[in-house]
């Protein structure tokens, strides 16, 4: 994982009051009336539609209401690779709502400074409400932020957490993709793949509950593989071992399967290592779908060694997430959560879906992406 840096103090200092893309009236009372208008979304096969008029409705409430400046800050792990898209989401949102804000990653740090990362982002949660934040969304490392966001909660603000969530602690809203469905979304791509069963499906994942959103996504996998009568079989995903160590522990387990291995599904952003494990196992021909857009798995698709990945529309992750807290602000939790509806999922957690891209549609995907700015 990347460290979180330490200046905080002087980003929040300076952080951006960005345009916004509509205009305002004033009142007599002098507090600002939103008239908040989106720039228009490219139109492709892949715009969620579902989502994008979620977040039309929620903007038609909003500009109904009298509101007051805000203040809100967006914490994530990293500003790059995986969370690039989501750092230009949220930007653009709060350009759109005219707040002052920014969103903020890691910086350096010395390679013996002994502080975590979970210590890290749990100072710049004090410090975000300690210089006024009216919000926060954060991209949290799991239990170990709870106490710091349930503090920030009880100081009056409001926090939502993307990507990844502290399910313990007091935050408002989640907002990502679901793991448990995530995974089953990625064997059900896979299943239409293979021959009747008998035979094992090799899931790269992880068998470790104590990393509940990969758990998660393992079990969604794992239990969808074997209602359709395959034998499931978990790879651990090795992050943080060498990539060899890895591979090999693939091509193990692919030759101990009984039945012989059919397909392959990896559940994370390193599920290129699949085909590798294929090849050193000699079944370069079994079908595999992965996760994620790393370049290296788009380059397997474009060989058609992988046919098809699942994304999890980061870029949305963080436009929703301004939104979300400037709309609990201005017309509150509960009716934040009404208009939230048809995303929800129970009455905290806001589903923004997958995205499934075969292989023939990477040139595709690429340009939506392109065209709403979210390339990684």
Not at 47 to 65: F, G, K, M, Q, Y
Not at 87 to 92: D, I, K, L, N, P
Not at 247 to 253: H, I, L, P, R
Not at 285 to 311: G, L
């Amino acid at each position: 994982m990347t460290r979180i840096g330490r200046c905080w103090t002087a980003a929040f200092g300076l952080l951006l009051t960005t345009a916004a893309c509509g205009s305002s009236d004033t009142t007599d009372a002098g507090t600002e009336v939103g008239r908040i208008v989106r720039a228009p979304t490219p139109q492709s096969e892949f715009t969620p539609l579902a989502l994008e008029a979620t977040v039309d409705r929620l903007i038609a409430t909003i500009n109904e209401s009298t509101i007051e400046p805000m203040q809100m800050v967006v914490l994530l792990k990293n500003l790059d690779t995986f969370f690039e898209p989501i750092a230009t989401g949220a930007s653009r949102a709060m350009g759109e709502l005219d707040v002052t804000g920014n969103v903020l990653g890691p910086t350096d740090q010395s390679s013996d400074d002994p502080t975590t990362s979970q210590d890290l982002q749990n100072q710049q949660i004090e410090q975000a409400v300690a210089g006024g934040a009216d919000g926060i969304g954060i991209s949290p490392y799991g239990d170990l932020n709870a106490a710091a966001v349930d503090d920030a909660v009880a100081n009056g603000v409001h926090v939502v957490t993307l990507d990844t969530d502290v399910a313990t602690s007091k935050r408002s809203l989640y907002v990502g993709a679901l793991n448990t469905s995530a995974g089953a979304t990625a064997a059900n791509t896979l299943l239409a793949m293979l021959p009747p069963p008998p035979g094992t499906v090799l899931i790269h994942g992880t068998t470790g509950a104590e990393w509940g959103d990969g758990y998660a996504r393992t079990r969604g996998a794992q239990e969808v593989i074997q209602a359709a009568g395959y034998a499931p079989v978990v790879s651990e995903a090795a992050f943080f071992a060498d990539e060899a160590f890895d591979v090999d522990w693939m091509k193990g387990e692919i030759e101990a399967a009984n039945p012989p291995v059919v397909g392959m599904v990896g559940l994370f952003n390193i599920s290129y290592r699949c085909v590798m494990g294929a090849d050193a196992a000699g079944i370069p021909d079994v079908p595999i779908v992965a996760f994620d857009f790393d370049p290296r798995t788009v380059d397997y698709m474009r060989q058609e060694r992988i046919k098809a990945t699942h994304t999890q529309r980061q870029y949305y992750e963080g436009y929703l997430v301004p939104y979300i807290l400037y709309s609990i602000k201005t017309i509150g939790l509960d009716a934040t959560r009404e208009i939230l509806a048809p995303l929800m999922d129970g009455d905290s957690r806001v589903n923004i879906g997958l995205d499934v891209v075969p292989w023939g549609k990477i040139d595709a995907y690429n340009d939506f992406l392109d065209e709403i700015g979210a390339g990684q």
